[in-house]
């Protein structure tokens, strides 16, 4: 790092570079912003009855399982386009989720890959998270608990446009897609807080969620007014490969799971 009385310079993690290219490739996709607001205080509760068990789990874990579940039930929610003749559906769930790490004393995000999380339980979807917060990071780290290799480490040395390239031939092949960074993206800006906000996020995955704050509001129960917990939640959906309707129940579905 440089600096001067008037500015600050840092080296620039590598990993931020990709994002770059994500953001620029994205207007490719044809989404629908779904905003949401979720009441989890009785699955809140529920997670804070495991841990008192001795389970090891997390509500962000518990808050992946439950939408792998209702993606699940719903697979061409997540499903892809290919070559505007075919929508490949996938018989399992993938999530490219988002850990921060410092690293240069910047904190960046980092992808972690969950696979199969369809099959997996909220407490081992939990333990995976954690672990990963612990692993160690560097700017030659481009997704958590995998090793770079040299193909991707070349990814940096291309110019902008031979890089954006890559990742249209990657959108243009599911399959492939599909192994690196799996059929489900999920954002997080913060689980709490004081500040009733959701955020538009930018995705290349067939869908993806932005996890905004929880709040207490509120909501009228039997007739009743009760003070409750709201998550705050942004999902985009890809309708290339699905239409209102299923959308609508997708998310039904969804909220049913998570508000258990």
Known sequence: MTSSDKYSVSKFPQSRIASFDICAVSKLKHYVSVILEVDITDSRKKVK???????????????????????KKHP????????????????????STIIEKEIDGIK?????????????S?????L???????????????????????????????????????????????KFAYEKMGNVAVS???????????????????????IGSVTKKPIVINNSVEVR???????????????GVPMAKFVRDLVNELSL
């Open 49 to 71: 009855e495991l841990k008192t068990e001795g389970l090891k789990i997390t509500f962000f874990g518990w808050l992946l399982k439950g939408i792998a579940t209702a993606i």
């Open 76 to 95: 061409a929610s997540a499903a892809s386009l290919k070559n505007k003749r075919e929508i490949i559906i996938f018989n399992s769930v993938t999530i």
């Open 108 to 120: 960046v995000p980092i992808p972690l890959i969950i696979k199969n999380a369809d099959t997996k």
């Open 122 to 126: 909220a407490q081992d979807i939990s």
């Open 128 to 174: 995976e998270v954690e672990s990963a917060k612990k692993e160690d990071a560097n700017r030659d780290t481009i997704v958590l608990n995998k090793k770079r290799n040299q193909v991707e480490g070349l990814y940096y040395m291309l110019p902008g446009f031979l890089r954006r390239a890559v990742w249209r031939y990657i959108l243009e092949n599911p």
């Open 188 to 210: 997080s800006l913060g689980m709490s807080g004081n500040v009733n906000a959701w955020f538009i996020h930018k995705s290349i995955h067939p869908i993806s969620f932005g």
């Open 229 to 243: 917990e709201v998550l705050n939640m942004t999902i985009l959906l890809d309708h290339d490969v699905i239409d």
